[in-house]
């Protein structure tokens, strides 16, 4: 089983080839194809590679499927005894991405 664990948006993401993933916005097109290189694991039939933060040679091929929006958050402030209220709502916008090759 081949995997690699990644640094992307600020988060540490476990991946597969041939699975999609949901990412922070990245401004790419529908189609394109990325190349991800902050790699901190790969591991293949040929042994684990643990990078010091990042492995040099692993190189991620994703291609971009589409853009969306996440699940809708409720952000409520409310300060008490002061009759002060207030009610947003946020939706963070996120990229699809499908994993072609990890490369070693």
Partial sequence: ?????????????WIQPGKFYDLNYIKAEPGDIIKLNRVLLVNTKDGVSVGRPCVKSAVIKAKVLKHLKGKKIIVFKMKAKKNSKSKNGHRQLLTRLLIEEILN
């Fill in 1 to 13: 089983m081949t995997y690699a664990i990644i640094e992307a948006g600020g988060k540490q993401i």
